[in-house]
């Protein structure tokens, strides 16, 4: 589906394997419901209305998600600190009635079987973030790449969340910035002696990609660094 307009309430099919939705939006004041439960392959990019709401995916190997510039679940009283609106009537118009719906994971649950999986989003969109409250374990999860959404909030507990439930990760990829060009790339490693418990005992390869080195980038590295990862210039 490209350049679709998607006006109905629900997306449903028990035999499809693949899907694609690109460039698509809804207008409607509901999250449209993604129902296929034999998918092994889900993009969603650039979805302009309310995040769809995915329900698990339990054949699912590979998902990219990247909410774009058009996701109307934001904050409009974000801050630079990665902190949205409280979770109560005082918050702005989006928060409280994202708030107003059910409790359950948009985005995050319905993915969670997946083996290779993207997650990209602007900072201001809350969806990723208040999924992680209730964040499933990804039990089959081997590589993931994260733009820099995951490492804005203080103490980078998005990121620190994510890969505590990533018990099988094999490789992470940090991209620090949203869009394309030039950028540095650095390659961490740890041994098996000095594996941090925090982590996937199987991660063997973490990227760190970046336009230049600034607070944020030291900040990224002195993290992972706790978990005994040590990083070289490619």
């Not at 059910?102 to 985005?107: A, G, I, P, R, T």
């Not at 969670?112 to 209730?134: G, P, W, Y």
């Not at 002696?193 to 900040?219: C, G, Q, T, W």
Request: glycine share 4%; with cysteine.
């Amino acid at each position: 589906m490209k350049f679709c307009d998607i006006n109905v309430r629900k997306i449903s099919s028990r035999s499809l394997k693949r899907l694609s939705i690109i460039d698509c939006q809804s207008d409607l004041n509901y999250q449209v419901r993604v129902c296929t439960p034999c998918l092994i392959s889900l993009e969603l990019d650039n979805f302009s209305g309310r995040a769809p709401f995915l329900k698990n995916m339990v054949l699912l190997e590979t998902a990219r998600v990247d909410l774009g510039s058009s996701c109307e679940d934001f904050c409009v009283n974000y801050d630079d600190f990665g902190v949205f609106c409280e979770d109560n009537d005082n918050g702005c118009d989006n928060c409280v009635a994202y708030n107003g719906g059910n409790n359950k994971s948009v985005l995050l649950g319905g993915i969670s079987n997946a083996i290779h999986m993207e997650l990209i989003s602007q900072c201001d969109i809350f969806v990723f973030t208040r999924d992680l409250k209730r964040c499933p374990t990804f039990s089959k999860l081997k590589t993931l790449l994260l733009n820099e959404y995951w490492c804005v909030a203080p103490d980078l507990d998005p990121l620190a969340c994510i890969l505590k439930n990533s018990p099988v990760l094999e490789k992470l990829t940090l991209q620090l910035f949203y869009t394309g060009g030039d950028h540095i790339e650095m390659k961490g490693s740890c041994s098996s002696m000095e594996r941090s418990s925090a982590i996937s005992e199987h991660l063997n390869i973490v990227e760190v990609k970046f336009h230049k080195i600034d607070k944020r980038v030291h900040k990224v590295l002195k993290f992972l660094c706790t978990f005994n990862i040590r990083f070289s210039f490619e």
